[in-house]
């Protein structure tokens, strides 16, 4: 079975702090994501990454950015914390770009007070 | 504007009762999944539909695809708690990555 984790699932930080979300997952997959979900707005891609030290921009990057050293890892950071960015945070993966299953943490809810 | 709509937005019904739920969209899409989510979890993959027209069964579960690749339903017969949950569907956007619907929020009352 395709394991995605994140780091943590509850954080709360204050305004202006950075902000490091991880996520690993252990099948190897090229594609990995993350989103941000609000109620009534679905899922939204912030940024996605289909290779090691490559990122692309999603919807929403803005405030955001990402680092993948490691092929099983990828990074979400947020430099200075606002508290627009209250949210749940999700991390998935799949195997190839395109239509591909993709697989989903159980996501991190951050708090920023 | 979503790229994906889904209604209704909330569903609240008893068990046994059957219920539809609906993906639209103004655009073509090549195909469409849904997934289901589960409070504190992510959302877990219940079906790709890829042909328009087409209709897949998992056990209680329809899925239908639009014949003109617009529009996508989940039926389901006999609803149990266990159903309980947010679906959203997604579509490929752009190659790389999905498009998500804000979802339907079933509750399944005992």
């Known amino acids: 079975d395709v394991k995605v984790t994140q780091s943590s699932r509850y954080l709360v930080k204050r305004t202006g702090e950075k902000v490091f979300l991880e996520c690993v997952q252990d099948?190897?997959?090229?594609?990995m994501f993350w989103y941000r979900q609000d109620p009534g707005l679905g899922l939204r891609l912030i940024y996605f990454?289909?290779?090691?030290?490559?990122?692309e921009k999603g919807d929403i990057p803005e405030g955001y950015s990402v680092s993948r050293e490691k092929k099983e890892r990828f990074s979400l950071i947020l430099e200075s914390a606002s508290t627009n960015q209250t949210s749940m945070y999700l991390c998935?993966?799949?195997?190839?770009?395109?239509?591909?299953?993709?697989?989903f943490g159980p996501g991190t809810r951050l708090t920023v007070l | 504007t979503q790229l994906l709509e889904q209604s209704p937005q909330f569903l609240s019904i008893q068990e046994g009762e059957n219920l539809t739920v609906y993906c639209n969209s103004s655009?073509?899409?090549?195909?469409l999944q849904w997934y289901r989510q589960e409070p504190g979890e992510g959302p877990v993959l219940l079906v790709t539909?890829?042909?328009?027209?087409e209709v897949k069964k998992l056990k209680r579960l329809t899925f239908q695809f639009g014949d003109a690749r617009k529009d996508s339903s989940l039926h389901i017969t006999a609803a149990q708690p266990g159903d309980t949950g947010l679906y959203l569907c997604?579509?490929?956007?752009?190659?790389?990555?999905?498009?998500f619907g804000p979802g339907t929020r079933l509750s399944v009352l005992p």
């Open positions: 997604a579509g490929p956007h752009y190659g790389q990555n999905f498009v």
């Open positions: 998935a993966s799949s195997l190839w770009a395109g239509e591909d299953t993709q697989y």
């Open positions: 099948m190897d997959h090229e594609n």
């Open positions: 990454s289909y290779d090691v030290k490559m990122k």
């Open positions: 539909v890829v042909t328009g027209g």
């Open positions: 655009s073509v899409f090549s195909s």
